[in-house]
Nanobody, 122 residues
Framework: VQLQASGGGLVQAGGSLRLSCAASGRTFNYAMGWFRQAPGKERGFVAAVSWSGSSTDYTDSVKGRFTISRDNAKNTVYLQMTSLKPEDTAVYYC?????????????????WGQGTQVTVSS
């Protein structure tokens, strides 16, 4: 499984971005997640979605602002980010889990993309 994240960039506070993660290889029945890592900090959970898309989970700091979704026909997962804050600045990574339900621990994921930089200016 290979994951390719895209859509990062520089945005002003209050703005929006949509990240995409295109998967290749066998991802049937895989849950997907987004994590982020800011400079000097550990990689942390952002959001996850089940294989069916019916179950999602978010870290508290992004609830109501970020939405994770997936299009299995396109093998793509999205992270719609709105009302962005400077503290959202980080490298965002997508990850795939070889089980159908979402998880919040990085150790639960089997495959990782290369990351895409999101910078929010104040």
């Amino acid at each position: 499984v290979q994951l390719q994240a895209s859509g990062g960039g520089l945005v002003q506070a209050g703005g929006s971005l949509r990240l995409s993660c295109a998967a290749s290889g066998r991802t049937f029945n895989y849950a997907m997640g987004w994590f982020r890592q800011a400079p000097g900090k550990e990689r942390g959970f952002v959001a996850a979605v089940s294989w069916s898309g019916s179950s999602t989970d978010y870290t508290d700091s992004v609830k109501g602002r970020f939405t994770i979704s997936r299009d299995n026909a396109k093998n793509t997962v999205y992270l719609q980010m709105t009302s962005l804050k400077p503290e959202d600045t980080a490298v965002y990574y997508c990850a795939a889990r070889a089980l159908p339900w979402p998880a919040t621990l990085a150790s639960e994921y089997n495959y990782w993309g290369q990351g895409t930089q999101v910078t929010v200016s104040s």
